[in-house]
């Protein structure tokens, strides 16, 4: 060996970050924490069109080749951190990132100082099986229907360290979750063409020679458009997610559901999945689950739930009524770091029975052997953190009861803004809160006059007319409010048929940040009265 193996000074200095300099990283932790301190508690947030002046800062293309000090860096980092948005705030109401348990951020330093890959258990030790412990606790609370709990405590000992089985893939988000739930259910379709080792193009003159012209999917035109990436991916194609109408509270209308399919199988088109959502994005709807369940049996299709927003509503008592049918679903999509609490990078999806799985199984001897139970046989990704802690660690320290306790509070603030908005005689509710989203807009009583004269004489021409004025305004509103430095919503677009054929612009507002009180509620809509009255 050469003796002067470790004389590079820039080795010697690479080192030194790694080692351990208390005093040196506690200033530097200090310095970070009393930024983010500060970003958060600001009064103001930072307008969404100022983003000019912080650009610059990030307009070098040159590599930083010697290493900076601590303090140089925290002063290079204020710059982006001043700049983010802040999540946490009351009266950021317009998406589905809100404030975090104070806990998280510390429990996430944990999972970062021990380094835990997933992908195994040689390099993740008992986070394997506690992250197998999570699916098996939420998987319970899913499918748990008609069974005593002596039934289910067997059941899920039985079944949840098993090696060839797993209740559910834990996965960066809901976008992931879904492009495995219809990989499963591509691959179980499909298996005896050995799809997997063959590609689609290899398995379609078998597939053709059984009568399988195609394969569709489909969903409620509320569908996340992350379906459509998963279309596209696992070679289905996007024209064959197929978008269903849906009825007037943003429902799949289980009649055109029946409709397309009958279509569909006229032209020898095999229905891979049923998709419901429960909780879409934009409308907070859900679909009939036990019809579409119904239908999935008749079909013999897989049946995929949706639940990246809604399915933590099944931890309250008061509304999980309202996913009546869940438990029938083949897979369940769920995200954590959205009504759960947990910093980005969390989803999930559930597969009612442990077996599944095994449809999309990759062995690597180096890696993963097949008589492990080694989650990263069943995971799309690879190397993956164990963000299963943050969600145990959720589970343990809000519990179901306290998740359920935030889902009732957020649906009852989101119906207290609801009746707010009724109440009031310039904005018109557009959609009732099925959960905790709802969309509304600007529309002064002289403008309703017009509309319900519209309306009433079934005149679509000026029924067009003024919701494009209405529409141009709405987005005149949110994009002025959004530039401001107060309170935020989002917007997007609805088509309602009894507004005509075009579809209008809305504001809409999820109410998930258990800060948001009425009155950042009503601060919201004054800015609003304000941002029109200053237009005019
Ligand atoms: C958010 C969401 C997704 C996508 O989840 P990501 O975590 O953003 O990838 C999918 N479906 C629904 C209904 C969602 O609300």
Redesign the pocket.
Known sequence: MKDDLSLSQAWLEALKTFEFDAAELAEFERQLSAQVEQHLQASERPGLSNNSKIEQCFYSSELPKQAQSYADYSRLINQAVSGTVNTTRPDFIGH?TSALPAFMPVVQKLMAALNQNNVKLETSGYFTDLERQVLAMLHRCFFSAGRSSEQLDRFYQGHMHQPKQAFGVFC???????IMALWVARNRLLSKYHLADKGLLGAMSAMAADGYLGLAVLVSERG?Y?LSKAADVLGLGRENLIAVAVDDKHRMDMSALREQVAELQNRRIKILALVA?A???ETGSIDPLNEMADLADELNCHLHV?????GAAIFSTQHRNKLAGIERADSI?L?A??QLYVPMGA?MVLFKDPEHVNAIKQHASYIIRSDSKDLGAYTLEGSRPAVSLLLHAGLHLIGSAGYGALVDHSVAMAKAFAELIEASDDFELILQPELNILAYRYCPPADRALLALALADANEAELEKINKRLSAQTVAIQIAQAAATQGFVSRTQLHLPHYGRDPIHVLRVVLANPYTQLKHLQQILAEQREIVAKSI
């Not at 960066?172 to 879904?178: I, K």
């Open positions: 589905m960066s988000g809901g976008t992931l979750a879904n996340h992350s959502v909780g879409a994005t949706d639940g990246a927003w809604g999509t995200d770091h959205k989803g």
